[in-house]
């Protein structure tokens, strides 16, 4: 499977459907001499492209709408725009981000286009009560929007364990909560205002249970635990819940009857690929389904150098997601 993007490197596709084509809103990994660690330092993005595809045969073009969104244009923010998402309400156009504040704090910024391909203008600070990384927003068929976020370690989603207003400094860098019986940390998720630009509620963590007990997962179960990466679709009815379990590298889900949970794990929908992260978005298209990822394997391993690959999945008769066509 080739890179849909190779004459930059692209990485945390989120992938929409607007004006009958794709769009696809990833970061974008440049070269840098910082050492890899578990801070995700390494990963040093300054901008946003923004690309479109009328199809998705490989064959087809896939058009880059150049940069749309840099680190000079946020007045709040120093530095990582990480892994962006964007959505479309009442005409209006959304491009969704985290990067570090002036203190070092991630937090999630919104800008606003016409256009799905931008450019869009951010508003001068970031969301109020946003904070980690990697929000991913969802518009239900009522026409209420919800943002997921979070992501452990380097995203700083375990300095919160005291509430959605304190950082805890004291647990930066790569840790988590361990040990038996401890649950595991769960991503955010917060009600959308009517203009897309704030939370209109508290941000609440979402639940994510275990299906052989009904419990929450456990701490300790790195191959389901959330790690980053958050998204959702809903297909008849049911939420899809998607994630990252980071350090274990798979791209997990899990389905639930409420677009804030609980959610009950389902099973895996990608095994690890070449380099260290996965970040992925699935998207109806032409009536089929389809898993956006990336990998490193046109950098040739290089970890904070990845390309953006789809691949179609599909659903049994129970709603499960596979990832070989069901007979």
Not at 249 to 259: D, F, K, M, V
Request: hydrophobic share 35%; charged share 25%.
């Amino acid at each position: 499977m080739a890179p849909l993007i190779t004459h930059l490197y692209t990485a945390d596709p989120s992938a929409h459907v607007f004006e009958g084509r794709v769009f696809i809103y990833p970061s974008h990994d440049r070269e840098t001499d910082i050492a890899f660690n578990d801070n995700g330092d390494q990963y040093d993005m300054a901008d946003y492209h923004v690309f479109s595809t009328e199809s998705l045969d490989p064959a087809a073009p896939v058009v880059d709408h150049g940069v749309v969104l840099k680190t000079e244009d946020v007045p709040w923010a120093s530095k990582q725009l990480w892994a962006p998402d964007a959505a479309c309400k009442d005409g209006k156009y959304f491009l969704y981000f985290p990067a570090r504040d002036k203190q070092g704090i991630f937090r999630i910024g919104a800008a606003v286009g016409d256009k799905p391909e931008g450019p869009f203008v951010p508003d001068p600070e970031p969301i109020r009560g946003s904070y980690s990384i990697d929000p991913a927003t969802f518009v239900d068929e009522d026409n209420q929007a919800y943002m997921y976020f979070g992501g452990l370690w380097g995203g700083q989603l375990q300095c919160y364990q005291k509430g959605n207003d304190v950082f805890d400094a004291e647990w930066q860098g790569p840790k988590e909560p361990s040990g038996p019986g401890v649950w595991a940390l769960g991503p955010r998720v917060a009600r959308m205002s009517d203009d897309m630009r704030q939370f209109a509620g508290e941000v609440q963590e979402v639940v994510i249970l275990a299906p052989e007990t009904g419990e929450r997962i456990l701490a300790d179960h790195h191959d389901r635990r959330f790690f980053e990466a958050a998204w959702m679709h809903k297909r008849n009815g049911v939420y899809y819940f998607s994630y990252s379990t980071g350090d274990t590298h798979y791209l997990c889900y899990a389905t639930g009857t409420s677009p804030m949970g609980p959610f009950t794990y389902g099973g895996r929908i990608l095994e690890p690929v070449l380099g260290w992260t996965t970040h992925h978005s699935i998207v109806e298209f032409q009536s089929r389904w389809w898993l956006f990822h990336h990998d490193c394997e046109l950098s040739k391993g290089v970890d904070h150098l990845r390309s953006v690959k789809v691949k179609e999945i599909w659903y049994d008769n129970d709603g499960r997601i596979v990832t070989e066509k069901p007979e």
